[in-house]
């Protein structure tokens, strides 16, 4: 990262929720997912990550959780520290939840039964296999009501919307009593009222409960509206770093472009949609309890 850029102002933080340290991506076939990163996240901050398509806002967003394996560099956890040992790596899983795209729902369940796979890190494989406690399903039942969705619990989660389908994934991270919540694109399959609502809604409960978040978007209209902090990448690197409020045409053509910055409302990747929901259905979110 280049500390001299004006378009960098890191916040100054007593604490932090999570950090990187020199962090690094080079994939198996060579190519550089995540250049030198180092960054530090405040707790209960709503941070969105904008840049292109390829950028490496997914690559970041899966090495904060290991479904991406960093080359070189540290992550640290509060409470935790480097996540890198395998034990490590399932204490931050447990409390570091994910929302994708794509929802990565299991769609002949019923809504209650995707929202119960939230629970399924805080038990063994073997416990996992029978029905879980009652106390799960108050959790997952209490989760569906904060999104909205209680009446839907014993419905296929396939005769769902797109919409109430991302609200079934936010309720399945919640149900995970997350301290991070990770969300990579959240809203990039619905439309755009849907978009600001399903947004709004993973950003009040974020702040209801001090959750940290990091979310990568793709519509800077919606960074400007919900971010306490805007984290711009380029080519594996972070070329801004700042309040949503320094967002001008300057800093939105050093994270795109020049020439590139979107418009208002504008999605900044229309043919970034499909490329990503392939690589998302390599990861299914039961990958992250095993
Ligand atoms: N599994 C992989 N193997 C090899 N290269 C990869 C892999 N996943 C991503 N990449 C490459 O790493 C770089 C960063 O990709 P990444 O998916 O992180 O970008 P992104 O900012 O999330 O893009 P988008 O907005 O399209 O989702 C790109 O060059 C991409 O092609
Ligand atoms: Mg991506």
């Given at each position: 990262m280049d500390s001299t850029s004006p378009f960098i102002t890191e916040p100054l933080l007593d604490k932090s929720a999570l950090s990187l340290d020199a962090v690094e991506v080079v994939?198996?076939?060579?190519t550089i997912g995540l250049r030198a990163t180092s960054l530090r996240f405040a707790p209960g901050d709503f941070v969105v990550l904008?840049?292109?398509s390829g950028a490496g806002k997914s690559t970041l967003l899966r090495s904060l959780n290991g479904l991406v394996r960093t080359t070189s560099g540290t992550i640290d956890v509060a409470g935790i520290g480097d996540i890198r040992p395998r034990r490590a790596l399932r204490r931050h899983r447990q409390r570091c939840a994910m929302v994708f795209q794509q929802h990565q729902l299991i769609g002949r369940l019923t809504t209650?039964?995707?929202v119960l796979t939230g629970r399924?890190?805080?038990?063994?494989?073997?416990?996992?296999?029978?029905?879980?406690?009652l106390a799960d399903k108050r959790i997952a039942l209490d989760c569906l009501d904060r999104v909205g969705l209680l009446d839907c619990a014993l419905r296929r989660v396939d005769e769902l919307s797109g919409g109430q389908q991302q609200r079934v994934g936010i309720a399945r991270a919640?149900?995970?009593?997350?301290?991070?919540?990770l969300?990579?694109?959240?809203v990039a399959s619905l439309d755009p009222a849907t978009s600001i609502r399903v947004l709004g809604l993973i950003?009040?409960?974020c702040k209801a409960d001090g959750i940290t978040a990091i979310v990568s978007l793709h519509q800077v209209d919606l960074a400007r509206r919900f971010a306490d902090r805007v984290v711009g990448i380029g080519a594996g690197s972070v070329v801004f770093d700042g309040p949503p409020d320094r967002l001008d045409d300057a800093a939105l053509s050093a994270i795109y472009g020049?020439?590139?910055a979107p418009a208002a409302g504008e999605r900044t990747d229309p043919a970034g949609v499909a490329g990503e929901a392939a690589r998302e259905s390599d990861h299914h979110p039961l990958q992250a309890v095993a």
């Open positions: 994939y198996p076939d060579g904008l840049g292109p209650l039964q995707n399924l890190s805080y038990h063994s494989t073997l416990r996992s296999l029978w029905p879980l406690p919640l149900a995970q009593q997350p301290q991070i919540m969300a990579d694109e959240p950003h009040s409960i020049a020439g590139a």
